[in-house]
């Protein structure tokens, strides 16, 4: 009888904690959809002048800086497309000079991403240069968090005016030179 009790109070306590554990998760939920809620509506809509902003500094992020013309890498959609408009509302970047490129594990489909790409970035896959194919370390033993499916995507545009400019406009918002 003694055992049985012991075996009661045990399962009960992992039916208590199973339970505080998912308040904890959906109290946690709660508040995060709160404070994204909040969040948005303290930005609120973005001007022109917002966007512009807005670009220059995911460009400072994730920008090319070097001399050899303007580009930019991102696996999320959403910002790849928030720049590529960036790129035609501000830069005036005619449509054919825009190229792509995709960095992709081996073990993922390349076609599918290309497409994938095209339609997100709103440019042809002829315009794409050829993808980097990177080998997948089976035997390696960093945890990777994120698997991106379609890759990493980068917009590139081959003009050194465009992004001698670009770099002004981050001395603009930094308020010293970058190089």
Same mark, same amino acid.
């Given at each position: 009888q003694l055992e049985g009790l $012991?075996?009661?109070?045990?399962?009960?306590?992992?039916?208590?904690?199973?339970?505080?554990?998912?308040?904890?998760? $959906?109290?946690?939920?709660?508040?995060?959809?709160? +404070?994204l809620k909040q969040g948005k509506k303290e930005v609120g809509l973005l001007n022109k002048r917002d966007r512009f902003i807005?670009?220059?500094?995911? =460009? +400072?992020?994730?920008?090319?800086k070097g001399d050899k013309g303007v580009g930019f890498s991102n696996s999320n959609p959403k910002i790849i497309s928030f720049m590529m408009k960036w790129l035609r509302e501000f830069c005036k970047v005619p449509e054919k000079k825009f190229r792509g490129q995709i960095?992709?594990?081996? /073990? +993922?489909?390349?076609?599918?991403?290309?497409?994938?790409? !095209?339609?997100?970035?709103?440019? !042809?896959? !002829?315009?794409?240069?050829?993808? =980097?194919?990177?080998? /997948?370390?089976? /035997?390696?033993?960093?945890?990777r968090k994120q698997l991106h499916r379609h890759g990493v995507f980068a917009i590139k545009v081959h003009d050194v005016e465009m992004q001698r400019k670009i770099l002004g406009w981050m001395v603009g918002v930094l308020g010293e030179k970058l190089l």
């Open positions: $012991r075996k009661k109070k045990l399962k009960g306590a992992e039916r208590g904690r199973i339970i505080g554990a998912k308040k904890q998760q $959906r109290d946690r939920v709660k508040r995060t959809k709160k +404070l807005s670009g220059i500094a995911l =460009y +400072l992020g994730d920008g090319l960095w992709i594990h081996d /073990n +993922l489909d390349e076609p599918k991403a290309k497409k994938f790409w !095209s339609k997100v970035a709103g440019i !042809s896959v !002829s315009q794409f240069t050829k993808s =980097y194919i990177a080998k /997948n370390k089976i /035997n390696s033993k960093k945890i």
